[in-house]
């Protein structure tokens, strides 16, 4: 049986994408029959305790063990998120490292040249993999109420929430008020080509990006 020299690595960082990096670096490992470790690199003080970041790393591992991979949390200890990387895959003689690209957290260092230089000049042969993860993604909605279908009509500038289109221009989509608020805050869903997107509602307003 011809021996497979790749192993390969998935990066999560706290927040809602990780578990969509976790399938992507599982069906790799299983294309190319190669063990597969999930890496979560923690920059946090030692006596400092988030629940809801708890119930991710819990949710990440479990999701790792089923994939048949080992799931490890290293902490920077004063080092840069980037040689903890590093360090990581050389010990494990990582072939090939998947990475989120998200515009919201502090791995955007990771989608900018820099980093991918680095990385490469100090791996040596190592493939990388950037995937896209959307703003808002699916696990987001579960801080938010059940959606409901609702449109966003246009009003000269503006985009107003609202339960019927009204005869104006308007989008169809899925709304998810936040918990524990009075206004219609929160998220409004909508499906282009197969790709969901998030738009940020404000009291009945999308907030567009500047």
């Known amino acids: 049986m011809e021996m497979n020299n790749e ?7 706290y927040g809602p994408h990780g578990q969509r990096l976790i399938q992507r670096g599982g069906q ?3 294309l190319l029959n190669a063990p597969l470790m999930v890496l979560t690199v923690d920059a946090s003080g030692d006596n400092e305790y988030n629940r809801e970041k708890q119930q ?19 902490k920077c200890n004063g080092k840069k998120t980037v040689d903890v990387i590093v ?14 690209q998200s515009s919201q957290t502090l791995w955007q ?3 900018r040249g820099s980093f991918i230089n680095e990385l490469l000049e100090r791996m040596g042969p190592i493939d990388l993999h950037i995937v896209a993860v959307q703003r ?9 109420e059940q959606g409901f279908s609702a449109y966003l009509v246009k009003e000269g500038d503006r985009h107003i929430l609202m339960d019927e289109p009204d005869g104006n221009e308007a989008m ?12 219609n805050t ?12 998030y738009l940020r509602i404000v009291q009945n307003e999308w907030v567009k990006p500047r």
């Open 7 to 13: 192993s390969i690595m998935v990066c999560v960082h």
């Open 28 to 30: 790799l490992a299983r």
């Open 56 to 74: 991710y790393l819990s949710g990440w591992e479990h999701q790792t063990k089923e994939a048949g991979g080992q799931f490890v949390i290293r």
């Open 87 to 100: 360090e990581t895959a050389k010990d494990n003689k990582i072939t090939q490292i998947v990475l989120g």
């Open 109 to 111: 260092e990771i989608t």
């Open 136 to 144: 808002y993604p699916e696990l987001l909605e579960q801080s938010h």
């Open 172 to 183: 169809k989509g899925v709304f998810f008020r936040e918990l524990d608020t009075d206004f």
């Open 186 to 197: 929160g998220l409004f869903k909508i499906v282009s080509n197969g790709e969901a997107q």
